[in-house]
């Protein structure tokens, strides 16, 4: 029974899932971030961070020293003045500038408006100036844009022709470059302007920064002078329609004088006092008709009921007392009495009457005293009402008048809102470019893309590189790691072990057979095979190589060619008359000893392959393959099997039954973690697991390359020995 059998019969068969899982071991870190691995990925990559630093500055400095123009900057300092005080205080038209951060920023615009880049331009007459004017500039010969534009026109065909410039629109365009140049910031917390001009010229960077600043001064002074006469203008006109229109207030008011009576409040409060007077007399009198009414009414009342006694007791009268007392003596007529007492009451209805007379006399006056009233306090609300109008049109003409001198007094004296504080200098050298700088900013760049590149690499990395890398995916043990053997040939790799049994080569050889005897201490592997996920992994070499290894050991030893498919066993040594191999034994043409070759260059025998009609799984799953392994398990010592790939096809699954140890080769830098985990799996669902994994053909150069060189001591001798000698 072999050893897999015995594995399995325990009870530790791995499943698909369990072998996904041995794949993987790390997964549950997968999201974290090792430092260590971090830092020893850029340590092994340090000759490359180096050299990127390095062409970064030799880049960086070639720009600097050749190909960067020198620029000069120098600064002007313009301070606003907020505070001024102004000959005469007329705020609307002249009044300073604000310290608040709006009016700050607003001056910082003005500072750099096109209106104010405009003049500049045109008094230093900067349009014929090339660093400004591009249409100026000499052809160069080769350049960028000449080799961008040849290109185009080569794909593209000619570009069309373009419209004459006209002499606005170079002006505009001197205006942006010029503006470019140019930067104003303002000191914080101050009212201070730096104007900083950079160009390529010192003497144009001087120039440019003092005038601006001038130009910024006199624009001021500009602004104020057209507002002034703007607001001269206007008061003009307005105090003139103001004039227009107090007259014209007068006159109506003087017009509506004339025409009323003379009227005044003091008139018109006599005229009240009458009134009261009057309508108090009319009142008194009123009352006087009505007892008078209503005493000729008693008496005629009794006068008609000859009730001579009542008669005089109402007419009130002596003459009629002392008659009525003669009367009722008999000393005088009744007659006589009754005359008497008509006379009193035709005496009292006279009396009436004219007091009627004075009611309506009364009536008559007060009614023509309220008419007056209501008149002239109609008269003087409108008197009034045109005097306010003439006395505010009047006020309104005398303030703008007065703003109109003030105004006219103000022109030719006003004062900037700023001034100039200190002038620009000639810079005493180029402040671009800074050299020092490009060339640390280089180094920088460098290290930034150069570590970049090596982190996206080693994300980007899909192989495996390092015994700690096979063993992290796969938890496999790591039986061997072999370097890739020199020679184009296969048939070179034989004669190159044979040769130098003492290089490194054969001393990784020699561990990969001792890490395999050493897989199981009490019962050492006797049937050992090979195999790897695809074609290409270096399975078949180190099957030669083992063999000729244990050869070394005084073993007998037997090499199957297991995958009949490729037949490879030809182009590594030459089987001699060969007739008969694997399938003819499994077929029972011939004995295992007449099938089998010794080899001298490997120092074993050799079971080649032959192909054959038959389905090979079929051959290997059949009961002549069983006992056929039985027979060579009695008559060698190590018998070593070549496998095909196991994602290829099944053969390796079914040969894996009769076998006591399974090597794995992985390709280094080549097998990819989906394929190594796709052949492992493929190996579970037969209840398989590989004895362990080898890390083949390993570039000695390309280990340097990324780095690893230092963690294999004997392969980078071996490496040494081999390319120098």
């Known amino acids: 029974m072999s050893t897999f059998e015995n594995i399995s019969h325990k009870g530790v068969s791995l499943s698909v899932q369990e072998s996904s899982q041995i794949v993987s071991p790390q997964s549950h870190s997968d999201d974290e971030i090792d430092l260590g691995q971090l830092f020893r990925t850029l340590w092994r990559g340090k000759l490359w961070i180096l050299f990127s630093m390095l062409v970064a500055i030799l880049v960086g400095g070639y720009y600097a020293y050749a190909v960067a123009v020198p620029v000069y900057s120098t ?14 205080d007329f705020d609307s038209v002249v009044s300073g500038l604000g310290g608040d951060q709006i009016s700050l920023n607003t001056e910082v615009e003005i500072l750099k408006s096109r209106e104010l880049i405009q003049k500049l331009v045109l008094k230093l007459d900067l349009v014929s100036d090339p660093e400004f004017n591009p249409s100026l500039r000499e052809e160069t010969g080769l350049s960028v844009s000449g080799v961008i534009s040849n290109v185009k026109a080569l794909v593209f065909g000619a570009p069309p022709m373009r419209p004459e410039v006209t002499e606005e629109q170079v002006l505009e365009r001197v205006t942006t470059a010029v503006r470019s140049t140019i930067s104003i910031s303002n000191t914080r917390n101050t009212y201070v302007f730096n104007v900083t001009a950079t160009t390529e010229g010192a003497q144009k960077s001087k120039l440019i920064a003092n005038t601006l600043a001038d130009l910024y001064v006199l624009n001021q002074l500009d602004v104020k002078f057209e507002a002034t006469q703007r607001a001269t203008a206007w008061l003009t006109e307005r105090v003139a329609d103001l004039q227009v229109d107090l007259e014209a207030t007068e006159a109506r008011a003087k017009e509506f004088h004339a025409g009323t009576e003379l009227i005044s409040p003091e008139v018109l409060e006599g005229l009240n006092r009458q009134a009261k007077d009057t309508r108090e007399r009319l009142k008194v009198t009123s009352e006087r008709v009505t007892l008078l009414s209503l005493r000729i009414a008693e008496m005629q009342s009794a006068f008609e009921g000859k009730d001579r006694a009542e008669m005089a007791r109402v007419a009130n009268n002596p003459t009629l007392t002392q008659g009525l007392v003669r009367v009722e003596a008999g000393k005088m007529p009744a007659e006589l009495f009754d005359s008497q007492f008509e006379q009193v009451q035709r005496s009292e209805a006279v009396g009436l009457s004219r007091l009627k007379t004075q009611v309506t006399g009364l009536s008559q006056s007060l009614t023509t005293i309220e008419g007056q009233i209501e008149r002239q306090s109609k008269d003087l609300v409108t008197l009034q009402q045109l005097t306010r109008e003439a006395e505010a049109a009047r006020s309104i003409y005398e303030y703008f008048l007065g703003r109109l001198k003030e105004t006219s007094v103000q022109q030719g004296i006003q004062q900037a809102d700023s001034r100039i504080l200190s002038q620009a200098v000639l810079p005493g050298g180029p402040s671009a470019p800074r050299k020092s700088r490009i060339l640390a900013l280089s180094a920088i760049l460098g290290l930034i893309v150069s570590v970049g590149g090596l982190l996206l690499r080693e994300f980007m990395s899909n192989s495996f590189r390092s015994s700690q890398q096979l063993y992290a995916a796969t938890g496999l043990t790591v039986l061997g790691q072999v370097p890739k053997f020199p020679g184009h040939k296969r048939k070179g790799v034989i004669e190159y072990l044979k040769d130098r049994p003492t290089s490194a080569g054969a001393e990784a050889i020699r561990n990969l057979r001792t890490s395999i005897m050493l897989s199981n201490v009490d019962k050492p592997p006797q049937v050992i095979m090979l195999t790897s996920s695809i074609p290409g992994e270096g399975k078949t070499t180190l099957s030669m190589a083992l063999a000729q290894s244990f050869s070394g050991l005084n073993k007998k030893v037997l090499l199957i060619e297991g995958d009949l498919r490729r037949l490879i066993f030809s182009q590594y040594f030459s089987a001699g008359n060969a007739e008969k191999g694997l399938v003819s034994v ?39 393959f069983a006992q056929l392994m039985e027979l060579a398990r009695s008559k060698y010592d190590i018998i070593l099997i070549d496998t095909p790939p196991v994602l290829v096809v099944p053969d390796a699954r079914t040969i894996a039954q009769h076998a006591d140890a399974l090597v794995f080769a992985v390709h280094w830098d080549n097998t990819s973690q989906e394929q190594l985990s796709e052949g492992l799996k493929m190996l579970a669902s037969v ?39």
Do not use: W
């Open 75 to 88: 600064t002007s300092v313009v301070t606003l003045q907020n505070r001024q005080e102004q000959v005469v």
């Open 586 to 624: 499994l077929s029972g043409d011939c004995t295992l000893e007449e099938a089998v070759h010794p080899v001298d260059m490997v120092g074993t025998d050799v079971l080649v392959g032959e192909k054959t009609q038959t389905n090979v799984a079929d051959l290997f799953e059949s009961e002549r």
């Open 687 to 725: 209840n398989i697991q590989p004895t362990g994994v080898v890390l083949s053909q390993i570039d000695m150069k390309g280990m340097k390359r990324y780095g690893y060189g230092g963690q294999y001591g004997a392969y980078s001798q071996y490496g040494r020995r081999y390319y120098v000698n």
